[in-house]
């Protein structure tokens, strides 16, 4: 995806992207998302601060995912991805989710945003078993 930005769509017009959004319609698409749990978010978040009690899958986020993604699950707009609503964790198949633990992943270099910020990637520190928690947790 990371090329894909990089080198066609931060360089479409609004007529490309009016065009590429008139097909996605067409398309249709998933189903909406489930109403958002605005208590259960409160409640995970409350919890994660709390750090009592915790399952693996919670032990492992603090540990290597909350000083990015933070105990919100929120992160921050514009640097570090929110991961509750994300497609890639709510996906049905969650092997990009395991691939992004894994390997990590790096934001585009566009015009805009020149920067590329990182995700390093979790394959050499974390057990296949505490990926499994931690994905089961996020999701
Ligand atoms: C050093 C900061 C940092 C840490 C630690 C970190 N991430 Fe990330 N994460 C990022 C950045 C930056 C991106 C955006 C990369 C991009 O745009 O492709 C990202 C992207 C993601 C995405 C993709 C979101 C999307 O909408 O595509 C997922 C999922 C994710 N991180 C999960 C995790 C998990 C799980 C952990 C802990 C094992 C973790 N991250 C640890 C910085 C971090």
């Not at 090329?3 to 189903?31: C, Q, R, W």
């Not at 399952?55 to 105990?71: K, M, P, Q, S, W």
């Not at 910020?117 to 394959?123: I, K, Q, S, T, V």
């Amino acid at each position: 995806m990371k090329s894909v930005i990089e080198h066609s769509s931060s360089h479409m017009t609004d007529a490309d992207l009016k065009a590429v959004a008139a097909y996605l319609k067409f398309l249709g698409g998933n189903p909406p998302l489930q109403a958002y749990n605005m208590q259960a978010q409160q409640a995970t978040e409350a919890k994660l601060t709390a750090a009592k009690n915790l399952t693996e899958g919670e032990r492992l986020y603090i540990d290597n995912c909350g000083a990015c993604h933070f105990v919100t699950v929120k992160g921050a707009p514009g640097i570090f991805p929110e991961l509750d609503q994300a497609t890639i964790v709510n996906a049905k198949d969650p092997t990009g989710l395991i691939h992004t633990i894994l390997e990590g992943a790096q934001q585009p270099s566009t015009e805009k945003t020149p920067s590329t910020l990182a995700m390093p990637g979790f394959g050499q520190r974390l057990s296949d078993d505490e990926v499994a928690q931690l994905a089961t947790f996020i999701r």
